[in-house]
Nanobody, 120 residues
Framework: QAQLVESGGGLVQAGGSLRLSCAAS????????MGWYRQAPGKQRELVAT???????NYADSVKGRFTISRDNAKNTVYLQMNSLKSEDTASYYC??????????????WGQGTQVTVSS
């Protein structure tokens, strides 16, 4: 009934920047919280940042001051601007969305993941 498509990952040098995008499409009435998570090889998936429909944000301590989450409600899209990237930011990044369908049913969706690799 809905899907999330991510883009913007890639290879960047330490200290560089990347911007991730995640667009939701399908039978969408509204979207509550949206967020970004990441998973490095051999580690559990961890929260990076979340944003409410009203724009309130929450960040992991490890990315505060370097990453910025934002959203465009008209486009059903969430962004993650990543600055001052470090090698420890290397991971697969996944977006997540709490979606209310046009049928008024509710479901949580994950994107397919996009790889971010930071070279030192």
């Amino acid at each position: 009934q809905a899907q999330l498509v991510e883009s913007g990952g890639g290879l960047v040098q330490a200290g560089g920047s990347l911007r991730l995008s995640c667009a939701a499409s399908g039978s969408i009435f509204s979207i509550n919280n949206m967020g970004w998570y990441r998973q490095a090889p051999g580690k559990q998936r961890e929260l990076v940042a979340t944003i409410t429909s009203g724009g309130s944000t929450n960040y992991a301590d490890s990315v505060k001051g370097r990453f910025t989450i934002s959203r465009d409600n008209a486009k059903n899209t969430v962004y993650l601007q990543m600055n001052s990237l470090k090698s420890e930011d290397t991971a697969s990044y996944y977006c997540n969305a709490d979606i209310i369908h046009t049928s008024r049913s509710r479901a949580f969706y994950w994107g397919q993941g996009t790889q971010v690799t930071v070279s030192s």
